[in-house]
């Protein structure tokens, strides 16, 4: 959601100094700030995909952002600034987020952004905000490499000390679902398939080689193009596989009608999948065929976390759309750190909010690097690369047209 001022709101932007003067200002969700005679607007960016494909997820990360920024203006988090939220599109495609992060990185009163949800956008995303040394935080991203290098397998390197998120790596979510398949759900023969998308193929890679190190057998693999609609082959190539199980490396728009095509055909194995695939939109769209199929998903339940009680009621009396469940208490956690690195920039300045821009965002990913509080999601800390500390996973199944948690814990990796 974008801010709009209630009163007349003035920025003046002179080689790089920030002056800014307001008489109270009034956000999208009713909130009014306190009028502090002249004060700071600060603008946190998101990225994520509002509309089509993924869109679901998208909308719980814009919202739980939103959130935190309300929350931040309403109890005066950081005295005299105010903050709003610049919400962009990336409608899931690279490009798209790469100009989305230009224009955040343009907007010289941004001092960090949010986002996005997806790890092949994210690639596009890093090196723009890099060059502008601001911070961005991902709330969703799993892909290794993103804070780990190319090699991260054998001779991890950060490539970007900007880059950071709340999100746990597929490397441990990849393994998480591995063990469970193989001793939780005593499956001994999988079918893996993935979306050929930078976060589906790498997740599904990661499953693979887990699964078979815990003794499981990958009877064999298959590609599928996002947006596909018919998957007719893949199901007869399964069916014919003798697989127990199907893990599905991908988003939940082609998993849902693969999961339904499948079923109608008489195979009643379950569909396994990732973080991408946890959303209410899944079960709307495979409907009965999605009974007993899986994913697993960063953190614990946001419903059973105590200081996530609040967010939820606010996010479900605001009546925003999309799904909290997935990332956006992740997405509230990751604006939290941007703010308290603001505070931490204007305690360390006198109380004052240093004007140089430039100043500021070097100054907010410091502060990033050193967060450490307890978050709704849990303790809110970075290790040397930029990933979470917080590891914990959660396996939920569907039962009776719903996600339900049935596992939580963290990886051993074999």
Known sequence: MRQRS???????????????????????????????????TLTIGVDAPLSGENSTTGLGIQYGAQIAVDDANKNNWVPGVKFKLKALDDKAQPATGQSNATSIVGDKTAVGAVGPLNSGVAQTMQQVFASANMVQISPANTNPELTQGKNWQTDKKRPYKTYFRTATTDELQGSFAAGYAYNGLKKKKAFVVDDKQTYGAGLAKIFAEQYKKYGGKVVATDHVNTGDKDFGSLVTKIKNSGADLLYYGGQYDESALITKQLKDTGVKIPLFG???????????????????????????????LPAAKQFIQTYKDKGYKGDYGAYGAYAYDAATAIIKAVKAAADANGGKVPTDINDLRSKVVDGVQKSDFEGITGKVSFDQYGDTTNKQLTVYQVEKGAWKDVETGTADLK
Request: net charge negative; hydrophobic share 35%; aromatic share 4%.
């Open 6 to 40: 209630l009163v007349i709101l003035t920025s003046v932007l002179t080689t790089g100094a920030l002056t800014l003067t307001a008489c109270g200002s009034r956000d999208d969700s009713g909130d009014k700030g306190g009028d502090s005679g002249s004060g700071t």
């Open 274 to 304: 990732g973080d991408g695939m946890f959303a209410s939109t899944y079960i709307e769209a495979a409907g009965k065929a999605s009974e007993g199929d899986l994913a697993t998903a960063i953190g614990v339940p946001a419903d059973t």
